[in-house]
């Protein structure tokens, strides 16, 4: 069973087989799953809606991080 991080990066997902793709995928996975924690455990809507951005936040920057990592 995957966690929510894993599902959001898709980490399953690496064509290329490169070390550094499942590196920057696991990496942000654990932060996705950080915010996701800290999302559901806490009292104070605020801060709920700033995890959720920073869910959002990680998994683009996954997105961008894997393509830079496999240019060319």
């Not at 980490?11 to 995928?25: A, C, E, R, Y």
Request: overall charge negative; glycine content about 6%; proline content about 3%.
């Amino acid at each position: 069973m995957s966690t929510i991080g894993e599902d959001r990066v898709r980490i399953d997902f690496n064509p290329s087989g490169s070390h550094k793709v499942d590196d920057i995928k696991a990496k942000s996975a654990a932060l996705i799953d950080a915010c996701n924690q800290m999302k559901l455990g806490h009292p104070n809507e605020e801060a709920r809606r700033c995890a959720a951005m920073a869910e959002l936040r990680y998994e683009e920057a996954a997105t961008w991080a894997v393509k830079a990592a496999t240019w060319g």
